[in-house]
């Protein structure tokens, strides 16, 4: 069995923040999905690939040493799962996002997915400090018969410290396209520390958790999105779900990520064997 071919690229320049990089690449060889190629620049990283379901599955942790990311970072994820290929991506642990002291930090996640391959995106929660400039984007294009599965959680302030969000911003930004280059859905926003927004009914009601679940490929069947609705979310969180033809979307919001986080794991678990044919199973590193 080869080994994933791994580079580190040229270290950045110091003194700006972090410019750092991840370029991981899948494919798929008599029915084993593998890393087939792994390059990083800076602290951004993976160790070594699991095969917890068996050899259908590749899965990887994204390693982000520092443990959080700075004002002045910038961090960038390429995937690339070739046909067939099945990708599973997780974090060791929530992503913190420290102060900026004037200084914005960006993390663009980049992913091209060949014809019938999958990627599920199953980062832990990310945590925006009070202070924080931050700004989070999703470029993701779908080949013909390939699929997408994302759940991203984010919590404004550090909750149990008993901290709000009264300055700073977050920005996010998500687009997903066809082999084409036609969007199939896109969304961006923000949400500014202190702003009355965040306690409006439109906003976040005054919660401090939100996230979603995006799941899109060929097309999106009508059980898939009532197999979301029919979830009753736990205690302080409210939730919705929409579809488009080939995109479907739900959005939750609480008065904390591990509940928000909960609810959207709850739908993952109805929809993975529908979507993608196989059993939810939690990650063991979430358990840790």
Known sequence: MRRAETHELQPPATGQGWDAQLHLGFDALDGRSRLRRA??????????SFHPEGPGVCQVLVLHPPGGIAGGDRLTITLDSGPGAFAQLSTPGAGKWYRAAGRPARQDLQATLAEGS????????????DGAEATMHNRIRLADGACWLGLEV????????GEHFTQGRVQLGSRIDDAAGRPLWF?????????PGLARPAGLHGQPAFGSL???GPAIAADWLAACRSLRPPPGVEAGATALPRVLLL??????AAAVRAHLLAAWARLRPLALGREALPLRIWQT
């Open 187 to 195: 969304e961006q926003g923000g949400w500014t520390g202190g702003d």
């Open 214 to 216: 995006v799941l899109a």
């Open 251 to 256: 959005r939750a919001r609480g008065a904390s």
């Open 39 to 48: 390059r990083h620049q800076g602290p951004l990283r993976v160790q070594r």
């Open 154 to 161: 984010t919590v404004l302030g550090r909750q149990a410290r």
């Open 118 to 129: 999958v990627i599920e995106w199953l980062p832990q929660e990310s945590i925006v400090f």
